[in-house]
């Protein structure tokens, strides 16, 4: 069974820093694309951040760019999100998800799944 | 890319077909995602590539559309599918969101 499971969320001050793990289970991690996804509090959802199979390449919302800064690590399979100069807006509910991009019945196709439970972030002095 | 879902919520009755749209600010293929949401769970994957559903989704889901406008359609609404629904659309980063429709009783 495919399982991803977030760590590392918490109050933190305006201006603070955290890092999110996401350790994942039941598949071949090094082999696929990840990504992190946020839920503020009783609003919709925001793709965050990607990053690559091998971890060379990486994409951000304009909203955190420069500011966050996703990685992995495959030999330990997991995911990490380090967040630095952390704002009010971020305060939410950070999801890592599975990303499968590849063929399926000869089309070339794109997912997100599954997900994990997800991990709260609440940012405030 | 902007997504417009519509409507932002919906009433309706067990048993009712309900549909359910999003429109992308410019052509996407058919790179669309639809997801359900219920409270304080995780997004579940429903549809991806506009209308293949995903394994173990019941079959009254479906999806359709391509370039820039798409449905998700529920035949025959079940107690357990009110919750809130996202598209998103997965041909361009940043790979984003609807606002997400949420269908109640």
């Known amino acids: 069974e495919v399982r991803l499971l977030e760590s590392g969320g918490g109050l933190v001050q305006p201006g603070g820093s955290l890092r999110l793990s996401c350790g994942a289970s039941g598949f071949i991690f090094s082999a696929y694309v990840m990504a992190w996804v946020r839920q503020a509090p009783g609003k919709g959802l925001e793709w965050v951040s990607s990053i690559t199979a091998s971890g060379d390449i990486t994409y951000y919302a304009d909203s955190v760019k420069g500011r966050f800064t996703i990685s992995r690590d495959n030999s330990k399979d997991t995911l990490y999100l380090q967040m630095n100069s952390l704002r009010a807006e971020d305060t939410a509910i950070f999801y890592c998800a599975k990303v499968f991009e590849g063929y399926s019945s000869g089309s070339f196709v794109k997912w997100f799944d599954p997900w994990g439970q997800g991990t709260l972030v609440t940012v405030s002095s | 890319i902007q997504l417009t879902q519509s409507p932002s919520s919906l009433s309706a009755s067990v048993g009712d077909r309900v549909t359910i749209t999003c429109r992308a600010s410019q052509g996407i293929s058919s790179f669309l995602a639809w997801y359900q949401q219920k409270p304080g769970k995780a997004p579940k994957l429903l549809i991806y590539?506009?209308?293949t559903l995903q394994s173990g989704v019941p079959s009254r889901f479906s999806g359709s559309g391509s370039g820039t406008d798409f449905t998700l359609t529920i035949s025959s609404l079940q107690p357990e599918d009110f919750a809130t629904y996202y598209c998103q659309q997965l041909n361009t980063y940043p790979y984003t969101f609807g606002q997400g429709t949420k269908l109640e009783i």
């Open positions: 590539a506009a209308s």
